[in-house]
């Protein structure tokens, strides 16, 4: 094929038009796998309840189920794959929100631990 007949080649067949093997599928099925447990095992880092009495790590988890559970009627695999980029990236967001918050916690608790023990040494 020449530069001209390629060019006409990707300028007739556009993204949506292009069909996705089976190994590629594959490849989406387990990626989404991999994301939904990685989301498992980061829940459990939430064990606080809200004012329901709830917990955090329940309400992630059930959420998580019902986001996949929508996603998996999901045919187009752009859409797919944006989905668990999309997914992936919120993820670590929180968990670096989360990592931030933990720091300021600890920060606070060593400074204030500081301070009670210079007041009792004085």
Same mark, same amino acid.
């Given at each position: 094929?020449?530069?001209?007949?390629?060019?006409?080649?990707?300028?007739?067949?556009?993204?949506? /038009?292009? *069909?996705?093997?089976a190994a590629a599928k594959k490849t989406q099925n387990k990626e989404a796998l991999r994301l939904y447990r990685d989301i498992? /095992?980061?829940?459990? &880092? +939430?064990? =606080?309840?809200?004012?329901?009495? &709830? !917990? =955090?790590?329940?309400? %992630?988890?059930?959420? $998580?189920? *019902?986001?996949?559970? %929508? $996603?998996?009627?999901? $045919?187009?695999?752009?859409?797919? @794959?944006? @989905? %668990? @980029? !999309?997914?992936? &990236? $919120? @993820?670590?967001? !929180?968990?670096? *929100?989360?990592?931030? &918050?933990? +720091? *300021?916690?600890n920060t606070t608790f060593s400074e204030r631990t500081q301070t009670n023990q210079q007041n009792k040494i004085e």
């Amino acid at each position: 094929m020449n530069q001209k007949s390629i060019l006409s080649h990707i300028l007739d067949n556009p993204f949506h /038009k292009l *069909k996705v093997g089976a190994a590629a599928k594959k490849t989406q099925n387990k990626e989404a796998l991999r994301l939904y447990r990685d989301i498992l /095992k980061f829940s459990i &880092e +939430f064990d =606080w309840a809200n004012k329901n009495g &709830e !917990t =955090w790590r329940d309400i %992630i988890r059930k959420s $998580a189920r *019902k986001e996949f559970e %929508i $996603a998996k009627n999901e $045919a187009d695999p752009f859409m797919v @794959m944006r @989905m %668990i @980029m !999309t997914s992936r &990236e $919120a @993820m670590q967001k !929180t968990r670096e *929100k989360l990592n931030e &918050e933990y +720091f *300021k916690l600890n920060t606070t608790f060593s400074e204030r631990t500081q301070t009670n023990q210079q007041n009792k040494i004085e």
